[in-house]
């Protein structure tokens, strides 16, 4: 009787201790597998890395414009001349669309093929009007002389040229007229490195005095009287506002 009480016990005992391990072992084991879920890559904080911010593009270089289309103003103080007109077209030296802007008592400049460049360019700088009819702004071209200024006022600049040398263009001659016409006056075919100008007027009097009264379909006696220029210097133009 005394055994089957004690078989008991202990075997109740017994039971508890392996209850007690297992219960010890499941949660050692519940607390790693925590921990490690805790510590695992999937659950760690992710720095997030802003991209950079893409660089900012460079202002683009605005295009120069060039001043052979732009209408410009002419003086030449040793003859009194004072700011005529001068309007740009795209054409040749006394071509019908230039003699009919000089009809207008203004300057005409072509440019282009079989023209010349605007103020300031490299190359030639073609200046035409009347020296007799419509109001003759260039009457007194032929007194011009060498050293003398020229002043073109385009685009907010004033550009002086230096009278160089007077040429003389046969409209009966096409290599005259290209010599008139060429990048370096009086040279065609070589290059230009410098800005330089021609200022043309007709010779109708000293034409008319020699017993040449030859004339184009225009009107326009055989003989120009060509005033060449280096360009010398360029400055800005004097501010017009009060």
């Known amino acids: 009787m005394y055994l089957s009480r004690v078989v008991p016990a202990a075997l109740t005992s017994a039971l508890v201790a392996v209850l007690t391990g297992c219960f010890s072992s499941s949660s050692g084991a519940a607390a790693d597998e925590t921990a490690a879920a805790t510590d695992s890559p999937s659950t760690r904080a ?5 991209p950079a911010p893409a660089p900012t593009p460079p202002e683009p270089t605005p295009k120069k414009t060039s001043t052979r289309t732009q209408t410009s103003t002419m003086s030449i103080p040793s003859i009194g ?3 005529l007109r001068v309007v740009p077209y795209k054409g040749t030296t006394d071509d ?3 003699t009919r802007i000089q009809n207008e008592g203004v300057a005409a400049s072509p440019y282009g093929d079989g023209g010349g460049v605007g ?8 200046v035409t009007a009347h020296r007799i009819s419509f109001g003759g702004p260039l009457r007194d071209l032929p007194a011009v002389e060498k050293g003398d200024s020229v002043l073109i006022t385009s685009g907010g600049k004033v550009y002086e040229y230096k009278i160089t040398e007077t040429r003389e263009t046969s409209f009966r001659s096409p290599q005259s007229l290209t010599e008139q016409r060429a990048a370096v006056p009086g040279r065609p075919g070589e290059r230009a490195t410098r800005a330089m100008i021609t200022i043309s007027t007709c010779a109708t009097p000293e ?8 004339r184009d379909d225009r009107g326009n006696p055989e003989h120009r ?3 060449v220029g280096v360009l010398a210097e360029t400055r800005e133009a004097p501010s017009t506002s009060p």
Do not use: F, M, Q, R
Request: charged share 25%; aromatic share 6%.
């Open 81 to 83: 001349l004072e700011d």
């Open 96 to 98: 019908w669309p230039g």
């Open 46 to 50: 992710v720095k997030v890395v802003e």
């Open 225 to 227: 009287i060509d005033k």
């Open 207 to 214: 034409d008319t005095a020699a017993g040449n009264h030859w």
């Open 119 to 126: 103020p300031g360019e490299v190359g030639n700088h073609l």
